[in-house]
């Protein structure tokens, strides 16, 4: 199948793969400011099956088929040329998937807030909601509908998280196709364990919210022996909306990743020194 995407720049491709039920746009709001001061790549944004404007027909009916397509979507738009992976949430479940069969491909991993070892939120250990900064006049100005969604996760209430939450996830939420979604949703957890193969020894970023309520961050931490060029952060006052809840630390550590992978592209796995890649 086909899926709908967006792409921005030229360069070494960087894959962006979105969480459950957003669209594209919470990749693009977070990484566009920051790759503005960074040439060189090519932002590949695509929707995932059955959200935003990526159809997802009968066969798609598991996380195994929405991998499936990604992967098919890799192939159609970045071939076998070296790139780079981001994914949040449920799609930083399915980016440490693609690693395990794409691993000499893949120059470098990011993950926000990503499903960690244990998939189902039941089960996971999570803390419990709280806000830190908040403002009930804020969600008082908007409908009842968006205020709750946002109010539901946001550990931020202020009026650039709420506008980012606006542009950057609400209309993934009112796109996605809810019959698609409930049908993938009875075999949520993937056949093979994305760390089931070879450690993979390029370098990683999980990114976590000390508040996060949906994936937590202690189910991430235990995932750290198969990424050992890891940097593992929890960040305070910052839940699943990490990314504009915390903006400055998210582009700094993102930007220390990115540097480690560029490092890491100039020199052979013996260390000596070789050609920068390019796209």
């Not at 969480?19 to 090519?42: A, I, K, N, Q, V």
């Not at 990604?70 to 693609?98: H, K, Q």
């Not at 202020?158 to 019959?179: C, Q």
């Not at 993102?254 to 796995?269: F, K, N, P, Y």
Request: net charge negative; hydrophobic share 40%; with cysteine.
């Amino acid at each position: 199948m086909t899926l709908n995407f967006v792409e921005r720049g030229s360069g070494i491709p960087v894959l962006a793969v979105h969480g459950w039920t957003p669209d594209h746009r919470l990749m693009l709001g977070c990484l566009e400011p920051f790759f503005s001061g960074r040439p060189g790549y090519r932002r590949l944004y695509p929707d995932l099956p059955g959200m935003g404007k990526s159809p997802a027909p009968e066969s798609i009916a598991s996380s195994d088929d929405v991998l499936a397509a990604l992967d098919d979507f890799v192939d159609r738009t970045i071939g076998d040329a070296p790139f780079l992976l981001v994914g949040e949430s449920y799609g930083g479940y399915l980016s440490r998937a693609l690693v395990r069969t794409r691993a000499d491909q893949v120059l470098g991993l990011a993950l926000i807030c990503p499903i960690g070892a244990v998939v189902e939120h039941a089960d996971r250990h999570v803390p419990g909601h709280r806000v830190l900064r908040a403002d009930p006049d804020l969600l008082a100005s908007v409908d009842p509908r968006t205020a709750e969604a946002f109010a539901e996760i946001a550990v931020v209430q202020t009026p650039e998280t709420l506008r980012r939450f606006r542009e950057e996830i609400m209309p993934g939420l009112d796109a996605a196709d809810s019959a698609a979604m409930a049908r993938i949703r009875q075999r949520w957890t993937l056949t093979d364990d994305p760390e089931g193969g070879e450690p993979f020894a390029r370098p990683t970023l999980i990114l976590t919210g000390r508040q996060d309520s949906s994936v937590g961050y202690l189910d991430q931490f235990v995932l750290l022996p198969h990424y050992p060029r890891a940097s593992f952060a929890v960040l305070d006052v910052a839940g699943h909306n990490l990314q504009f809840e915390q903006p400055e630390l998210f582009d700094t550590l993102m930007g220390d990743w990115l540097d480690r992978v560029d490092e890491s592209s100039q020199h052979g796995a013996d260390g000596r020194r070789t050609r920068r890649l390019t796209g």
